[in-house]
């Protein structure tokens, strides 16, 4: 630590004593956590809209351990993620993968079966041989994901993500999310429960094509297409916003378009 930064460090140190001698609550202090109350494992936390706050996970008291990243715990049947349960989660074969996600730290995650990213699993990723390529972009020996979902196409032998990912989504509203990434993800598992996690606003490539997040970029010409901003890029023939010609994003977006296809991929597929 900086000789600037060691004063306030003893302070709040000093401050952090004082309170604990004079018998307040510190819990302000500490990061969510799982503690032992009251013969059971809890959920622990604090924040300002309903102050402190905990809640039961039921784990079994007996074979429950955190781990080496104490925001995960498991016990003989269960992996704990945030309070949380990951679902899907083998806790005989689970680890915490060692990829650091800026100061999020620890956030992907693996079985012999699954990987997870922020305790949600990614369909159909190869545990064997996923790695991270910039969060939270990954690629296994057939796949490049975003997220938790597939980028249909991308080939992971050349692909490159050419913007830094700024901010994740969270997307559990299955209209919602058809919306902003297209007909393709019309078979995805997306709800409350299975929320989606993706990029915004980030730009990749393969040899072959662009991709805006998870989603190809359509019809662009891959010699003549430049990026203009987070949002918006040109080829020779015209404007893209988005995965979408400019003269088509509002329909493909905000129209019936998305929907209806969707609604034909799932009749097909049945």
């Known amino acids: ?4 930064f060691r004063p306030l460090a003893s302070f709040t140190r000093l401050a952090i004593a004082g309170l604990v001698l004079a018998g307040c609550d510190t819990t302000w202090f500490r990061p969510a956590h799982f503690s032992f109350i009251n013969g059971e494992w809890k959920w622990v936390g604090r924040n300002a809209a309903v102050g402190r706050h905990e809640h039961a996970i039921g784990a079994d008291p007996k074979t429950f351990a955190i781990l080496d990243d104490p925001r995960y715990a498991k016990d003989v049947k269960t992996v704990f993620y945030r309070g949380g349960k990951i679902v899907d989660a083998d806790p005989a074969s ?5 990829d650091e996600v800026g100061v999020s730290g620890r956030l ?7 990987v997870f990213l922020d305790g ?3 369909p159909d990723a190869d545990p064997a041989t996923y790695r ?8 296994d020996a057939t796949n490049v994901y975003c997220g938790t979902l597939t980028v249909y196409g991308a080939d992971p032998a050349t692909f490159t993500v050419l913007t830094e990912s700024t901010s994740w ?3 559990g509203e299955p209209e919602h999310f058809l919306r902003h990434n ?6 995805a598992d997306v ?12 730009w990749s490539r393969d040899s072959r094509s662009y991709f805006y997040n998870a989603s190809r970029v359509e019809d662009a010409d891959y010699e003549t297409f430049q990026l203009i901003d987070t949002r918006e890029a040109r080829d020779k023939n015209g404007r893209f916003i988005c995965q979408y010609r400019k003269e088509d994003y509002q329909e493909k977006v905000h129209g019936a378009w998305p929907l209806e296809q969707a609604e034909r991929i799932r009749a097909e597929a049945q």
Request: charged share 20%; glycine share 4%; proline share 8%.
């Open 120 to 122: 949600k699993t990614i």
């Open 108 to 114: 992907y995650s693996r079985d012999r079966y699954h």
């Open 132 to 139: 991270v390529i910039q969060a939270p972009f990954g690629r």
């Open 169 to 171: 989504s969270h997307m």
């Open 1 to 4: 630590m900086s000789a600037r």
């Open 191 to 202: 709800s409350q429960e299975r929320p989606a996690i993706l990029t915004t606003y980030t």
């Open 94 to 98: 689970f680890e915490i993968m060692p």
């Open 182 to 187: 297209g007909p393709a993800f019309a078979k």
